[in-house]
């Protein structure tokens, strides 16, 4: 399997433009979430899904942040509009729902917003 | 509220020596404590878990020590090689609240030949 593959790898945008992240989980997992790591706040979850439906979004900083699972193979995180202050690296993970709930994740997409 | 904290942000050893992370929780409700490593540019990696209901799990090099009455867990790691430095995470588990998890503020392992 080839893990949690996240697109792009690096992003840099200016100010007020639209990001999209995109994620696509493990095959046969059920649950999938979303994570931004900074120096300030460490990983903090924004949103996570499981069976394809938001459970939980109260992560998610602002209405500018949305993130949609419209099928069970793939997921996006959306900004807009993007301001310096979203700089990160956002992670994605997935998981099976069972026992200690491991977490699988991708590689991580860097944002620079200028 | 940090529910999950790791006061160390940094720890140093000595190639062939034990390593020794620690992890703090406050909520008695957690069934499962996972670690996992962080290699720069790299997303996290599962390292070890444990269940609520034991008091020691151990894989290879890496055993976590659970202790429920003082909520407090801790990762050692032996012998310790370089290839091993990198950021450690603690996180926790409460199946009743959706199997997300609650994940400390990392600790930076550096071990030096």
């Known amino acids: 399997d080839a893990g949690v593959i996240q697109s792009p790898r690096h992003e840099v945008t200016e100010m007020g433009q639209e990001v999209t992240l995109r994620c696509k989980p493990i095959?046969?997992?059920?649950?999938l979430f979303w994570y931004r790591q900074t120096m300030m706040r460490g990983l903090e979850l924004l949103i996570y899904f499981n069976n394809n439906v938001p459970i939980d979004d109260s992560g998610m900083p602002e209405d500018r942040f949305s993130a949609k699972m419209p099928n069970a193979s793939f997921s996006t995180l959306k900004i807009q509009p993007s301001e310096p202050r979203d700089s990160a690296v956002y992670f994605c993970?997935?998981?099976?729902?069972?026992?200690?709930?491991?977490?699988?994740f991708g590689a991580g997409t860097r944002l620079s917003v200028l | 509220d940090q529910q999950v904290k790791q006061n160390s942000p940094s720890l140093s050893v000595q190639e062939g020596r034990i390593s020794i992370l620690n992890c703090d929780y406050t909520n008695s409700m957690f069934d499962y404590f996972l670690w996992y490593k962080k290699y720069p540019a790299e997303g996290p990696t599962f390292l070890i878990s444990?269940?609520?209901?034991?008091d020691k799990n151990e894989d290879g090099r890496f055993t976590v020590f659970l202790n429920k009455s003082a909520k407090h867990l801790s990762l050692h790691i032996v012998p310790s090689q370089p290839g091993d430095s990198a950021v450690y995470f603690c996180?926790?588990?409460?199946?009743?609240?959706?199997?997300?998890?609650?994940f400390g503020q990392g600790t930076e392992l550096s071990v030096k030949p």
């Open positions: 095959s046969g997992h059920n649950s």
């Open positions: 444990i269940s609520s209901i034991k």
């Open positions: 996180a926790a588990s409460d199946y009743n609240q959706g199997g997300k998890l609650i």
């Open positions: 993970a997935s998981s099976l729902r069972t026992g200690p709930n491991i977490q699988y």
